[in-house]
Every structure is written in structure tokens, then in C-alpha cells.
């Protein structure tokens, strides 16, 4: 079997088994300098109410402290599954880049953040511009983690609730295992 065949069977392999029934949330992180962060079908495993000011925390993103984070809005209309959108989804690394955890807020119009268990999370999807450091941090980054609301930074975790979970696809490990089988194709060309 050729390195490229088999780096593309690995590659498939990592992407399909990290998905779970009850991720709410995919991250992707394909497009150089950019993140995109799509709802799932998925519902929430509790229910609880917050403000979108202050939002959801996808725990554990990062990998460690690292770059503030800039992000400006390409386009989007990720909400709450209860509440409208008002086109204008954000995203927030508190402690000036220590936090390991990345927040999405500002997103409803209605000011609300509600979630209902059994009852389906999020809609719509969201595609922020980032600098080259707050990528190459979200690239380090886990692969999957818990969602919590209402939390906007780590010290919220305590006192929020786990309503499911968020997946990062293709898994940066799996990019890896892509730009190895590039490079491969690339070394027996010439």
C-alpha cells in the first residue's frame, strides 16, 4: 500500500472515530487563520439559563497560556437553539491568553443564553479571521472537550454545567497525519 493510501486511511480513521452522540458543537480549524464553528444536531444534557454576554466555555481548548485573542466576525449566526440570533457571535479568551478555555458569546438577540435537556443546543454556524498565533494556539489545542453554561472563562467551571460537548474536525492530529501524506506525494513526484 502506497504512504499516500495509508496516510489517508489513518487520517479517516482519527476524524471518524473522535465524533460522539453528543457533541453540540464542530471547530474547524482547516482553513489557515481562521476558525469555523458549526451547531450539531445534538441536545443539551441539562437545562440552564444564563446571558449570552456571558455565554458558553469550550473547557480545555488550548493546550496551555498562549496569545490574547483577536478575532473579527467573517460571518455567522450561531445561537442558542432558544433563542433568535442577532448575527453577531463572538469569541473571548479571558486572562490575556492564560486561560485554557475559549468563549462564545454575544450571540442571541434577545440577550438569553437557554438550554433545555433532551431539547436540541445550538443552530447555525459562526467563521471567525484570527492572527497567526491565536491559530497556531488553537492547533495545539485538545481535540474535544466539555461545553459549560453560563461560563466565559475557567474560574467559571465550578459553578456551570456540562450540556455536551464540542469536537474540533478534522483533529489536528489528523491535519498532521494530512500534511505528512502531502509531503510524501510531494517528495516522489519529483
Do not use: C, E, H
Request: hydrophobic share 50%; charged share 10%; no cysteine.
Amino acid at each position: 500500500m502506497s504512504a499516500i493510501k495509508m496516510a489517508v486511511l489513518a487520517s479517516a480513521a482519527i476524524v471518524t472515530t473522535g465524533a460522539q452522540a453528543d457533541d453540540l458543537l464542530l471547530i474547524d480549524l482547516s482553513v489557515v487563520n481562521q476558525i469555523t464553528i458549526t451547531a450539531t444536531a445534538g441536545v443539551s444534557a441539562a437545562t440552564v439559563s444564563g446571558s449570552s454576554f456571558t455565554g458558553v466555555l469550550l473547557a480545555d481548548f488550548y493546550a496551555g497560556a498562549g496569545s490574547a485573542l483577536t478575532a473579527t466576525l467573517d460571518a455567522g449566526d450561531l445561537t442558542t437553539a432558544a433563542n433568535a440570533s442577532d448575527g453577531s457571535p463572538a469569541l473571548f479568551r479571558g486572562g490575556a491568553g492564560s486561560n485554557v478555555g475559549l468563549n462564545i458569546w454575544s450571540y442571541a438577540s434577545d440577550g438569553g443564553s437557554d438550554f433545555t435537556a433532551g431539547s436540541l443546543a445550538f443552530t447555525g454556524s459562526a467563521t471567525w479571521n484570527i492572527d497567526a498565533a491565536m491559530y497556531a494556539d488553537m492547533l495545539a489545542g485538545a481535540g474535544s472537550g466539555d461545553i459549560y453554561a453560563p461560563a466565559d472563562t475557567d474560574d467559571d467551571i465550578p459553578s456551570a454545567v456540562v450540556i455536551g460537548t464540542y469536537n474540533v474536525v478534522p483533529a489536528p492530529s489528523a491535519m498532521a497525519v494530512l500534511g505528512l501524506g502531502g509531503l510524501v506525494a510531494g517528495r516522489r513526484r519529483r
